[in-house]
């Protein structure tokens, strides 16, 4: 490769910007090495969540409590976490069994909402040898009486608990849905975190009109939700003082500069790669080495940010500016005839 791929994420010198985000994928050892033979240049683990810790807590508490009956509503709450997800303590053995077996580095991740003692395993996590804790903040807003400002506080009261307890960077993954995006990352970044990564792809519940249940639905992504990230870590670049990852709608060599463009430090991918395999990120990687070559890029540092808002002729195509454009533009299919 002629092209300088390395790139600079949460302080960490990485070979290149194509990082696997937490996924199955990197739940165990035998796929997390084929990532990085594939040419990963490190990868966020699958994360530990608040209910896997508070589900062991729980059933600790309650085999110490009781003499535990096997139909208790507690038992019946997680059923799923106990078949898909590996609990606390095994969690952090797969860490440590990563960083022996991996050279790449590797990060941690942490999922909740809840300001609960669960967030005591950063530390836990940092102590079995990651090289940076990823904190997930999944949260949908539910309730009429906590205000934006509330939920805000919550999120910047977390970055600030981790922050606290953990010496390795800390990156923050959130959603897209704040009413202030740009402010809310700027205090994120104030709170503690060095990274944010861009942005947390949200399940949306469906309804199975045969059996009239709520489901969760899990689609893989597609490369037509890259521009949402894109947009954001545009606006972000060199307004923040931190690492900035994108992640959803990373399918193609395309999506990957695109960003990089835009300002990433980082791309990560998981629906491609569960689609694709493996070789999806070599394919990934080799593209981004040739665009960057053929279009007389010497490295990913000289390309990252190039096309961010500040750097683009017109700033405002990143906000409301193409709306109305866009909108004026759109010339109505012709089934529909002149109207006159
Ligand atoms: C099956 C599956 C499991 C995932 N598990 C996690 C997880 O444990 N923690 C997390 O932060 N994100 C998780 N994600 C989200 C991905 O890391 C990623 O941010 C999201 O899928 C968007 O990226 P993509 O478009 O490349 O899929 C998961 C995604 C999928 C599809």
Redesign the pocket.
Known sequence: MSVDLRTRYLGLDLANPIVP????LTAGLDHMKKLEDAGASAL?I??LFEEQIEHEELEVFRMLETASDSTSEASSFFPELKDYRIGPDAYLAHIQQAKKSLSIPVIG?I?GASEGGWVRYAKLIEEAGADAI?L?VYLVAADPDITAEQVEARYLKLVRVVKESVNIPLAV?IGPYFSSLAHMARQLVEAGADGLVLF??FMQPDIDLETLSVDPS?Q??SSQ?LTLPLRWIAILHGTVEASLAG????HTAEDALKLILAGADVT?????L?HNGPDRLTEVLKGVDLWLDEHDYESIEQAKGSMSQRNVADPVSFERANYMKALTSYSTPRQWGSDK
């Open positions: 985000s937490a996924s199955p966020v699958a994360s991740s999922n990823e997930n993954k947390n792809r899990l893989l992504s939700e992640t959803t709608g990373v990560m991918m998981a629906s491609a569960l």
